[in-house]
């Protein structure tokens, strides 16, 4: 009787500890577990991370003009961009703090951020906006803005409205920029006046 419980507190013992430990496995997870040996599918990610590259931009736009309250023109149209994308690349840090580079990997510019559930506010000295998260995973990600500006010229009330998807791809070996020139604290790709003239340059070609 003794023998054959020795044997299966040895049996138990061994299978015991065989078993490997699970968990997320993925370093860049934020629940990452760095005993687990074995992944399971339980890891759950963030913005901070590597570095999240722009592999295209979706914008819905439309703009009306009136004139003296009466409307004269109401138009829109929809446009995937896939090269010359801004920003090129994003690094968010987990200390609110988040940098854009151009594609030759130079440092654009650094300004803060925060995050509340799904919603990500941006924000310089003179410019505040917010993303929505609209997916998030180990991989890619897509966030979404939207933009509403009225603009006045020779008596013509212009009425802009963007809604923008971007969509990124996760560098996992985000890189840190040697250029000590960066514009701190402008953002330079969400700059209204600019996306409104581009808004008017498309139109201008779609007529």
């Not at 339980?42 to 295209?56: D, H, K, P, Q, R």
């Not at 003296?68 to 968010?92: A, H, R, V």
Request: overall charge negative.
């Amino acid at each position: 009787m003794k023998k054959t419980l020795y044997l299966f507190l040895t049996i138990s013992l061994v299978f015991t500890s065989c078993k490997k430990e699970e968990g997320c496995t993925d370093s860049i997870a934020i629940n990452y577990n760095i005993d687990a040996e074995e992944d399971d599918g339980s890891c759950n990610y963030s913005l901070v991370g590597g570095a999240w590259i722009t592999t295209s931009v979706e914008e819905d736009v439309s703009m009306t003009a009136t004139m003296m309250g009466i409307p004269i023109y109401d138009t829109s149209y929809t446009n995937i961009q896939t090269d010359s994308l801004e920003p090129y690349k994003l690094k968010f840090n987990s200390n609110g703090s988040a940098d854009s580079y151009l594609a030759d990997g130079s440092l654009e510019e650094t300004v803060s951020w925060s995050q509340n559930g799904d919603q990500i506010t941006i924000t310089d000295s003179d410019t505040s906006f917010t993303l929505t998260i609209l997916s998030l995973d180990a991989d890619n990600s897509t966030l979404s803005m939207s933009l509403s500006e009225t603009d006045i010229e020779e008596g013509v009330t212009f009425t802009f409205n963007l809604q923008q998807k971007l969509n990124f791809t996760r560098e996992r070996n985000g890189f840190q920029s040697s250029n000590l020139n960066q514009r701190i604290g402008h953002i330079n790709w969400f700059n209204n006046k600019k996306r409104i003239n581009k808004i008017k340059n498309t139109l201008n070609k779609k007529k």
